[in-house]
């Protein structure tokens, strides 16, 4: 299996950091991006960001809408893969 369908399977198996897909491969994680931004181009999977939401916070009331936790990018599959 490549590189690529490595990423790939790892994504589908809830990895959604380009470190730890790093590490788990053994490769760098400017590999793992790049290998990414393909995987995007060819739209086996989306960018989505995950972080606070205000609508959901139970803070919302009292808090002035800038949050002190940073938004990440994460990975997900956007279809499912044949053979599923």
């Known amino acids: 299996m490549g590189k690529m369908e490595e990423v790939l399977r ?5 990895k959604r950091f380009p470190g ?3 590490r788990e491969l053994g490769i760098t994680v400017e590999e793992v991006e790049g ?6 181009s060819l739209g086996y999977i989306e960018e989505i ?3 606070p939401s205000c609508e959901t ?3 919302r009331k009292i808090c002035y809408g800038k949050c002190l936790v ?15």
């Open 57 to 59: 916070c139970p803070l």
């Open 10 to 14: 790892l994504i589908k198996e809830g």
């Open 49 to 51: 960001e995950q972080g």
């Open 20 to 22: 730890d897909i790093a």
């Open 70 to 84: 940073p938004r990440v990018k994460v990975f997900k599959p956007s279809f499912k893969v044949q053979g599923e």
């Open 35 to 40: 290998i990414i931004e393909l995987l995007k």
